[in-house]
């Protein structure tokens, strides 16, 4: 497969993340791949939820290898991690659900094993401005891309791409805070996943050179349904093996804004790399 379009080069954009939790279980869950440009360079991050990172024992990134230049279809590379909490730089409002980790080191150590790994970032830039989010309708189309129940293409180590709707405004903040809602089936294991806003230019030629797209945010929790007729958000959770749920999920998933994600990256920038 020719890697030739936003869609196929969105593929290659996550990272899964498997944990071992304190309590012995096992879990999953999705992060990506953004870089930043600053003052002094670029530097590209992996970025997920506080909570997928949080109260893990052990944690592996799971990658794609690269082959002259290339996606190595099936070749894995799974970089362990001991202390899986403390590798991780987290968003200075402990109430903001984003971790961050530089990738450049995970790099070095992959190339120490001749591994190259193969990917595509999101670039920064595409967090759309104050302008650039009035310019959303209230009802937009979303594309995510994740790893929701655990599930994955595991023979050619390919996420699950999923498409919904914007349920609020991306120009109000949900409930005061940076973050807002999608109509869209969110599953545990989709924690984590980056949120793009796709629009395609009528007036244009079909394509990707008539369709813009923007990083909107990262996946945080869905809303349950419980016995008790309340509707409540809750973090996605990992995907353990055997866990029910025994709320129902009302396909309702909570955004953090994309402008956090460059908070968080800006504070990373200024203790480390400043």
Same mark, same amino acid.
């Given at each position: ?79 362990? =991690?001991? #202390?899986?909490? /403390?590798?991780?730089? @987290?968003?200075?409002?402990? +109430? $903001?659900?984003?971790?961050?980790? !530089? ?23 595409? =967090?759309? #401005?104050?302008? /650039?989010?009035?310019? @959303?309708?209230?009802?937009? +189309? $979303?594309?995510?891309?994740?790893? !929701? ?44 996943? !980056? ?80």
């Amino acid at each position: 497969m020719e890697i030739d379009s936003i869609a196929k080069r969105l593929l290659f954009c996550t990272v899964r993340v498997d944990s071992e939790l304190e309590d012995g279980s096992a879990g999953s869950g999705t992060a990506f791949i953004i870089t930043h440009s600053h003052a002094n360079g670029t530097t590209p991050f992996i970025v997920t939820n506080r909570h997928l990172v949080e109260g893990v024992r052990r944690g592996g990134l799971v990658f794609t290898q690269a082959r002259d230049g290339k996606p190595a279809f099936g070749e894995r590379f799974q970089l362990n =991690i001991d #202390d899986f909490t /403390a590798a991780w730089f @987290f968003h200075s409002d402990p +109430e $903001v659900d984003l971790a961050i980790v !530089p990738l450049r080191p995970l790099e070095r150590a992959a190339r120490e094993l001749g591994i190259e790994l193969y990917y595509h970032a999101i670039d920064s830039a595409s =967090i759309p #401005d104050a302008a /650039a989010t009035r310019g @959303f309708d209230a009802l937009e +189309e $979303v594309l995510f891309v994740g790893y !929701p129940s655990g599930m994955w293409d595991v023979v050619n180590l390919m996420p699950i791409l999923r498409r919904g709707t914007t349920a609020t405004p991306l120009e109000l903040n949900f409930e005061g805070q940076k973050q807002f809602l999608i109509d869209a089936a969110v599953y545990p294991g989709s924690s984590g996943s !980056p949120v793009f806003v796709v629009r395609d230019d009528p007036l244009r030629p079909r394509g990707d050179g008539a369709r813009s797209i923007w990083f909107a945010g990262v996946v945080a929790a869905v809303f349950f349904h419980e016995e008790t007729n309340q509707i409540i958000p809750g973090p996605v959770p990992a995907y353990n093996t055997g866990q029910s749920v025994a709320s129902e999920m009302i396909d309702l998933g909570l955004v953090v804004k994309s402008e956090s994600v460059r908070e968080v990256i800006d504070a990373f920038v200024q203790r480390w790399l400043s």
